[in-house]
């Protein structure tokens, strides 16, 4: 399976400003997903990053919150803007791809913890 | 709309047996997956359910009723690093998750 490299794995940020998270996979990968999990909450699916296109944003995430970048088939940037406390989570870089067993199957990156204070 | 259930927290004692259940009502299905998150850590894949039945790899096996929209995960010969959450997810071709349960094993 994919190897993914997720920076930075943590970082405090102050009320307003904005961060950006780097994904890179090791490997060309067509189908490519940040997700969200706060504290004692489940996976939550923020978008698809698109290949040369604009993202797919689920619902309740908007481009102007959550801007995602997708340049190439292995990199690609979530950043969350005008950050707030309850923008504290872990986000993680995802991408899908064939496992031993035939079924697409969601590789996880090691996640990118933020706290906003 | 998707929904995942699957209970919060459980506890067993090592070398025992544990079974976390799922049940999942979802607009679509492409098969019903186990991931399993270390504190601190991405999670990672254990197994896949697509047909009726049980599916053993090593001390794991998963179970898939799609009739009843049940899941279960067996975990044999506990282990203290199994102590983990255990997400299940099911549904389209973009899987949901599921809160995750947190598996506490004992000595």
């Known amino acids: 399976s994919a190897v993914i490299s997720q920076k930075p794995s943590r970082d405090i940020c102050q009320r307003g400003t904005s961060l950006t998270i780097q994904c890179q996979v090791d490997s060309q990968v067509t189908m490519m997903f940040w997700y969200r999990q706060q504290p004692g909450q489940s996976l939550t699916l923020i978008a698809t990053a698109n290949q040369g296109s604009e993202a797919t944003y689920e619902s309740g995430f908007v481009i102007d919150k959550f801007p995602i970048s997708r340049p190439n088939l292995t990199f690609s940037t979530l950043t969350v803007s005008n950050m707030s406390p309850e923008d504290s989570s872990i986000y993680l870089c995802?991408?899908?791809?064939?496992?031993?067993?035939?079924?697409?199957?969601?590789?996880f990156g090691a996640g990118s913890r933020l706290t906003v204070l | 709309g998707q929904n995942i259930d699957q209970p919060t927290e459980m506890t067993a004692t090592e070398g025992a047996i544990v079974q976390i259940n799922c049940t999942y009502q979802t607009s679509g299905f492409n098969g019903l997956f186990w991931y399993q998150q270390h504190a601190g850590e991405a999670p990672t894949f254990l197994s896949y359910?697509?047909?009726?039945g049980l599916e053993e790899k090593g001390r794991f096996s998963s179970f898939l009723s799609r009739s009843k929209g049940y899941s279960y995960l067996l975990l044999k010969e506990l282990q203290m690093k199994d102590s983990a959450s255990y997400l299940c997810a099911g549904g389209s071709y973009i899987p949901t998750f599921g809160r995750g349960t947190s598996l506490i094993v004992h000595p």
């Open positions: 995802s991408v899908l791809g064939l496992a031993g067993s035939g079924a697409n199957v969601l590789t």
């Open positions: 359910n697509v047909l009726d």
